[in-house]
């Protein structure tokens, strides 16, 4: 009886919560949500001259007039997707938007995105079905034998989303027996794999998917990085908060194709023109920076040499 209960009012709140995070707003009489500020985003020249022959991903979106992206729908500060306009908007969108801008395209009209989870970014970039993503995307050297990577642009932390009436966990010691939810084929679900094998780990393709479960008490925390967890969080307050420390480094990096070192230098220049012209730090206050933490000093790029 009690469980049924407990049941029932999950649902209630995973829909009105669902409702929001779609919405994009809070519950009725609570103070609106702060989205991304288009108001207050940089706009970036386009290098209108801008050559890069010996790039074949650069030459062939030139063909075609327009780049096509990778990136995330449902990561709030960082790739979300409007799903009334299809508009992607969030601090990962801006680094895309920038870099295209220093590639010789115009960010406003000749850039395509494209949603690509988790597990399937490595063979979007090897089949040519997207030019380069940006999307939370750690740099390591397992993805390294698969993928080439500009940046990094920023370092996150794997954490952990809990409800706010959980007292149990406090850190990935306390995932013992616990259900935890991840996305698959990310570098915080193989963590808990390795590290922590007693947790129970469920994998679905998105975080928004694993939150949906934690507010419905299917799981009891969800794990990724630090900045992904303080967007669901800023999004539902009084539901969940994020427990512990990070306890984890995640670089992340600009994915292009292996072999495409042309447009891998490319991007490490381009990441340093818009750290140095203000760009870089314009576009996280007005989106990441949202969720509260002051823009870091951008971690130093690791220009490693063609392989
Ligand atoms: N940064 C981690 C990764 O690249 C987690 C976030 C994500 O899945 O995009 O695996």
Redesign the pocket.
Known sequence: MQRTHRRLGALALLLAVAGSLLAGCGRPGSPPIRGPRPDQLPTYRVQSDFRLPESSTWNRARKRGRLIVGA?EDQPYLGEKDPATGVYSGYDIEIAKMMAASLGFDPATDVEFRTIA?ANRETALQNGQIDYYV????INDNRKQLVGFAGPYYE?GQSLLVRTDEDDIHGPQDLDGKRVCS?AG???YQRIQKDYPKAELVAYDTYSICVDNLLTYQVDAVT??DT?LMGYAAKAPDELKLAGKPFSK?PYGIGVPRDDTALRFALDDALAVHEKNGDWKKAYDATLGLSGVPAPTPPPIDRYPAN
Do not use: L, Q, V
């Open positions: 995330k988790s999307g939370t995307y750690t996150a996305a990310s570098t915080p990724t990085d992904i995640e």
